[in-house]
């Protein structure tokens, strides 16, 4: 049985500042899929992703998400569509408090009994945040915001998560325990696409993945026989 794509990119490209940066790309993440998109600093994969999200015009191409293009929709339009990203450094409420920043996340939703079942999920998955409700976003740690962002982007139930470098900047235990969360939201039947520099990690636990260099996808393939290709451990996991 064929399983549904949710999401398709077709030669997407994307221009600012004079800079091509992606340069005609071409992906898709279907149901029930971990896809993690790796790449250098540099190699366009934010970009990618925030042309798939509304904030960034893009030049050529087309997105389809459902079916459907979504080209010129704003992220507003995709969240109301299960369409959530924790962007590349968290964008958390920083005046606001952990429990405010979660009730944020639900904003287009008015299921209040549900929202409140939800908030108890996320505290579920990250106790930290829960011991710490009342707590003002901009003074906890880097990796405690990381938690905040992806909890509240479960907040709007989305059908696909797409997570933008969760680990950037954080230390080697907040590392483990962002990686151990995005295995455990994927087993709870969220669809993910992660954008990662940490090669080794990223395809670990990815069901496939695709390698962008300079604006383009240069490899694709299953993520475990990527990770033991001699090309991607040379480029990626220095051997």
Known sequence: ???KVLLKVTGLQVAYGGIQAVKGVDFEVR?????SLIGSNGAGKTTTMKAITGTLPIKAGDI????KSIKGQGPWDLVKQGLAMVPEGRGVFTRMTILENLQMGAYIRDDKPEILADIDKVFGIFPRLKERRDQLAGTMSGGEQQMLAMGRALMSRPKVLLLDEPSMGLSPIMVDKIFEVVKDVYAQGVTVLLVEQNASRALGIANRGYVMESGIVTMSGDAKEMLNDPKVRAAYLGE
Do not use: A, N
């Open 1 to 3: 049985m064929t399983t």
């Open 31 to 35: 149901e029930g899929e971990l896809v």
């Open 64 to 67: 389809e998400y459902l079916g």
